[in-house]
């Protein structure tokens, strides 16, 4: 875990030792030099005590004061947003909402998984796109889910002033960071703000007009939503917190709603991609690697690979497909030995342009499929031998 770290608090006393030491350190030749002194260490004492009372707040209280000193701010989901990335937005906008801040939630991509469209659809979620850095509605950007802009025009160029996210990555806000790989979803930090807020949970009791955080039924299904989605239902990549953050947020969910997100209808792509993956397999040993082909529906790959780690036997699988000159690749690992996002970011470092990673038990990636072919400083290889890598990979031997 990550997060702005307070320094330890000084001891009893400490100011008026510094201005004793300061005093008998400048001597007392002159009356103007010893004032100055006196009055730098007391400006220095008080300050650190400042500091460190600041970063002693719980990081949802300090998160809340960064939003309220900003008359509006855009908060910026990762590309092609998920069910995670969608509730942390939404949670952002409520904290902020109680700091007095506009906010104005956006993406870039597009909402294309069923359960993504179900998300926002059935908790009317209603972000905005954005194709470059000149349509972001505010300067002041919240990266949530993760920790460095990416998939838009001009991205490079964003510095967040604040980042909360559970994916590893050196990204940082330039007010507020707050990165816990060890947790399962970025929605559970969120829930721990609002706790650390004193949220009044939304259920049948009542509920006065001067709640100052409210979690309404829509919120706390998102955030469950977005836990176990991330955690393919509390059995992946979970801490104790993701446990937490459900039973702290259960009173207040709506169990239609919830449904109704979980079990959308499957569009015919998927299942034909589901299908090809089951059927076109290659299996070694306790790997799987596919090649789904030409598609559709990019989002169609994780959940093929879902479906393989149904296989008996089967411990760790890559399926990858190609979509508008770019391969996409997904991985899933329940073998301590594999790594899932290490594993795909070596097997794709020697390609240009090329870029891979995740956490140990699911994984992804994106090739350009001309790169891949030889384009710029590399020789190239075929879609045969690229297998070949990635059982190498998953085999260590990489």
Known sequence: MSVSAAPSPAPTGAVASLVEETTETIGTTDPLVVSLGVLGALALAVGGWWLVRWLRRPPGVRFRRVLAGHDEVTVLMHPNPDPDAMACAMATKVIADSADTDVTIQYAGEIRHQENRAFRTVLEFDPDPIESSGDLAADAVVLVDHNSPRGFTGSQLIEPIAVVDHHPGNGTGTEFTD?????????????????????????????????????????????????????????????????????????????????????????????????????????????????????????????AADELMHLEGVTAVVVFGEHDGTIHLSGRSRDDRVHMGETLRHVVSDIPMATAGGHARMGGGQLSVDHMRGIGP??????????DLLFAALAGER
């Open 179 to 303: 990165v816990r790989a060890d947790y399962g979803a970025a929605s559970t930090i969120f829930v721990e703000y609002l706790e650390e807020l004193g949220a009044h949970l939304h259920t049948d009791a009542d509920v006065g007009d001067d709640v100052d955080v409210l979690v309404t039924p829509e919120l706390a299904t998102g955030l469950v939503y977005g836990i176990q989605s991330d955690t393919n239902r509390l059995t992946k990549g979970c801490s104790s917190a993701e446990f937490d953050a459900s039973a702290y947020l259960f009173a207040a969910i709506d169990e239609d709603l919830l449904d109704r997100i979980a079990n959308p209808q499957v569009s015919d792509d998927v299942l034909h991609v589901k299908a090809d993956a089951i059927t076109d397999k290659r299996v070694e040993g306790p790997f799987a690697v596919c090649d789904v082909g030409e598609i559709g529906n990019v989002d169609a790959i994780p959940q």
């Open 378 to 387: 590399s020789n190239g290889i075929s879609k045969a031998e690229f297998e």
